[in-house]
């Protein structure tokens, strides 16, 4: 009986002993505070990526937004500069318009239609054969003329001004027939 009381005694001991190194183990204790403080943390990184996926996403829109006025902007001064470096052209000792000078005037109508706030100066070329007096007066008839049409196709009177060089503004000085069809013109320029 003594063997198994020694028995049970050891027995006792032993888990005892499991007991004690059981409960004196190093435990983990997750408090409420330290839980707290991770998900505020993890709160923040994701607020703070989502700020920086907004700030990059509005930097793209904001880059867009003046890629676009430039490519407007540059549109805008191609078809200003068409407007005025398309001459309307005639024909020797002629104030008619051709076909070709009606439909460029009806471009240069559109444009003005869509520039508003641009007036003009319709400028009156000759070539220089003929007397000053007279080039001065066929440049005149060449420039009212082109005006007069403008103001069929819509465009207000008080937006044009004429004025005639006569043969003093060649763009040409040759003097032969290609230099003297270039100077037979009407040529604009903005006010």
């Known amino acids: 009986m003594n063997k198994k009381l020694g028995f049970h005694l050891l027995m006792a001991i032993l888990v005892a002993g499991l007991f004690l190194t059981a409960s004196c183990a190093k435990k983990t ?64 000792d002629s104030a008619q318009l051709t076909d070709t000078a009606r439909a460029l005037l009806r471009e240069k109508a559109d444009w003005l239609k869509s520039n508003p706030e641009h007036k003009i100066v319709i400028e009156g070329h000759c070539d220089e054969r003929g007397t000053t007096e007279y080039n001065l007066a066929l440049g005149e008839r060449r420039a009212s003329a082109v005006k007069q049409y403008l103001q069929d196709l819509g465009i207000g009177s008080y937006r044009m001004i004429t004025v005639s060089y006569g043969e003093e503004r060649p763009l040409d000085p040759g003097q032969n027939e290609v230099a003297y069809s270039k100077n037979r013109r009407a040529q604009f320029v903005l006010k």
Request: charged fraction near 30%; hydrophobic fraction near 40%.
């Open 29 to 92: 204790v997750v408090s409420d505070a330290t839980s707290i403080e991770d998900q505020a943390q993890t709160d923040a990184e994701a607020a703070a990526a989502k700020a920086a996926r907004k700030a990059e996403a509005e930097r793209i829109r904001q880059q867009e937004i003046q890629e676009e006025a430039a490519r407007k902007q540059a549109l805008t001064e191609a078809a200003q500069t068409r407007f005025l470096n398309q001459n309307i052209h005639f024909e020797y």
